[in-house]
C-alpha cells in the first residue's frame, strides 16, 4: 500500500522506516552488521519511506553515514528522509540553524554521508526563531532548484508557524513545505488539537513519531511486565511507568475481540487518521521491520471501531 507524500508527487509506503537507531549505543543497530539487516529487511518488506536526521547516533552523522553504506546498489528502491537543524546538535556548521549558510552546508554534510546526489525529503527538525522563515524557506528553494532536494518538510511546528511558513512560501512563490513531522500516537495525542488540522487545511502529510509511544503500543508490555530489553525500559522508563494500564487493558480486550494485535490495530487507526501519508516506525532486528510492515498492512478499522478506541485515548480539550 502506498500513499502520496503531502502534496507532493513522491509516493511512500504507508509503514515507513525510522531510522535514529542506527549508530545508537546499546541497541542491535548500534553496528553497521545490524544497521544493514535492517535496512536490507526494510525493503524487501516493501517499506520505502526511510527517516534519518543529521544528528542520529553516537555521533553527530553516525545514522546517515552507516545508511550511506548500507544503501550502496540499493539508494534508489527508497524516499530517503533526513533531518537538519537540531538544537545543540553538534552540527559542525556556521550560522542559525534556519540560515541560508546553515542550510547550505548541512545539505553537503548530509549528501556527503548518505552517498547520494539527492535527498528526498529535507526537513528542518526544530523551527529556528532567530531566521526569518522566509530566509529558510528561500534557501531550501534553491536546493530543490538545483536538484539536492525534491521535496522540503517541517518537525516539531506549531500550527501558527504552519500557516506562516505557507503564507510566505506563497508570497515569494517559493517551494512550500509538503510534511509536518510532530509526535503523534494513541497515548499522545497532543497534535490532534490544532497541527491535525493545520496539516489537513494546507495539505500536509503528516508523518507521526514515537507512533507505537516507544513500544507501549505492540502489545510487548502489560501492566505486569515491561520487557527489560525494550528501548522504554533502557531509556524512557516513566513512559510505562505512568501509562494509563486501564486503558491500555481496555484496548487489548477490544484487540482480542476483533482478532487483530494491539500493533495492527494501532497501524491501523494511524493510517485511518487523515492527514498521515506515512508512519514512521523504528527498528532493531528484521523481525520488528517485517511486524510493522505487516501490521500496516493487516487491518483498517471501521468508524464504529474507531469510536471505540478513541473513547479509551481521547483527544485532549484545546487549552
Known amino acids: 500500500m502506498t500513499r502520496a507524500l503531502g502534496s507532493s508527487s513522491i509516493v511512500v509506503s504507508a509503514t515507513g522506516l525510522g531510522c535514529n537507531n542506527f549508530g545508537r549505543p546499546g541497541s542491535k543497530t548500534e553496528g553497521q552488521e545490524g544497521t544493514d539487516a535492517v535496512i536490507h529487511a526494510a525493503i524487501d518488506a516493501g517499506i520505502t519511506l526511510f527517516d534519518t536526521a543529521d544528528l542520529y547516533g553516537y555521533s553527530f552523522g553516525k545514522s546517515e553515514e552507516m545508511m550511506g553504506r548500507s544503501l550502496v546498489g540499493r539508494r534508489d528502491e527508497i524516499v530517503l528522509a533526513t ?5 545543540e546538535s553538534g552540527a559542525p556548521y556556521a550560522g542559525a540553524r534556519g540560515s541560508r549558510e546553515f542550510i547550505r552546508a548541512s545539505i553537503e554534510g548530509s549528501l556527503t554521508r548518505l552517498k547520494t546526489d539527492r535527498i528526498d525529503l529535507y526537513q528542518l527538525h526544530m523551527p529556528d526563531t532567530d531566521t526569518p522563515i522566509a530566509e529558510t524557506l528561500s534557501a531550501l528553494d534553491e536546493l530543490v532548484r538545483e536538484g539536492k532536494v525534491l521535496a522540503i518538510g517541517h518537525s516539531n511546528f506549531s ?14 512563490g517559493v517551494t512550500p513545505f509538503v510534511t509536518a513531522q510532530n509526535e503523534l500516537s494513541l497515548v499522545n495525542r497532543e497534535t490532534d488539537i490544532s497541527v491535525t488540522p493545520a496539516a489537513r487545511k494546507l495539505g500536509l502529510g503528516l508523518l507521526p513519531f514515537f507512533p507505537i509511544a516507544n513500544g507501549l503500543l505492540t502489545g510487548k508490555f502489560t501492566r505486569d511486565h515491561f520487557p527489560a530489553d ?14 494509563n494500564w486501564d486503558a ?9 475481540g476483533w482478532g487483530v494485535s494491539m ?7 494511524l493510517l485511518t487518521h487523515e492527514p498521515i501519508s506515512s508512519v514512521i516506525a523504528g527498528a532493531t532486528t528484521p523481525e520488528q521491520v517485517r511486524q510493522n510492515a505487516a501490521a500496516g498492512e493487516a487491518f483498517r478499522p471501521t468508524p464504529e471501531q474507531i469510536a471505540q478506541i478513541e473513547a479509551l485515548f481521547p483527544r485532549p480539550a484545546a487549552a
Open 83 to 87: 533531518k537538519f537543524g537540531y538544537p
Open 230 to 243: 525494550s528501548r522504554i525500559m533502557r531509556q524512557r522508563a516513566h513512559v510505562a511507568e505512568g501509562a
Open 159 to 172: 500550527a501558527e508557524q504552519m500557516e506562516e511558513a505557507a503564507r510566505v512560501a506563497a508570497e515569494l
Open 248 to 256: 491500555l487493558d481496555a484496548y487489548r480486550a477490544l484487540c482480542e
Open 263 to 269: 500493533l495492527e490495530a494501532t497501524f491501523g487507526w
